[in-house]
């Protein structure tokens, strides 16, 4: 029988600095809090969030992403792992790619392997609109 730390590996290093770069190369840029978990349509793989979208920084141009409720979903094992860390009533910054969400089925936003998940810092907000404006340069 393996031990945690066997089964997880090691965690991708959590980026804890966010810059131009990581704006831009991402779909959308919202800012949220987890507010609950539900038991998830897709079986034990996936596990639902409920996550209340308190700010959206940047979406893509057709997204239908905006501020309210809506669901995360995070793999099971990732979860187990602390991979990312995720707590209940907690605010999160997340940066994330449309496309990981259409390819898994589920509804919602999708924490997949290009998600950057960061936990909210009350600083960041002027820094992130900082960064939307020269974001215009991007792409």
Not at 32 to 60: F, I, M, N, P, T
Not at 67 to 83: E, F, I, N, S
Not at 88 to 95: A, E, Q, R, T, V
């Amino acid at each position: 029988m393996k031990t945690a730390t066997e089964q997880c590996g090691r965690c991708r290093a959590a980026a804890r600095t966010l810059n131009l770069n990581k704006f831009c190369s991402r779909d959308y840029v919202i800012m949220g809090k987890v507010v609950g978990r539900e038991a998830s349509a897709a079986g034990d793989q996936w596990v639902r969030l409920a996550l209340s979208v308190q700010a959206v920084y940047k979406r893509a141009p057709r997204s239908r992403l905006r501020r309210g409720g809506t669901a995360l979903h995070v793999r099971a094992a990732d979860l187990a792992c602390k991979c990312p860390k995720i707590k209940i009533n907690k605010s999160y910054l997340i940066l994330g790619v449309e496309k990981e969400g259409v390819s898994s089925g589920l509804p919602g936003l999708t924490v997949g392997e290009r998600t950057l998940l960061l936990e909210w810092r009350d600083d960041w907000h002027r820094r992130i609109r900082r960064l939307q404006r020269r974001a215009i340069n991007c792409h």
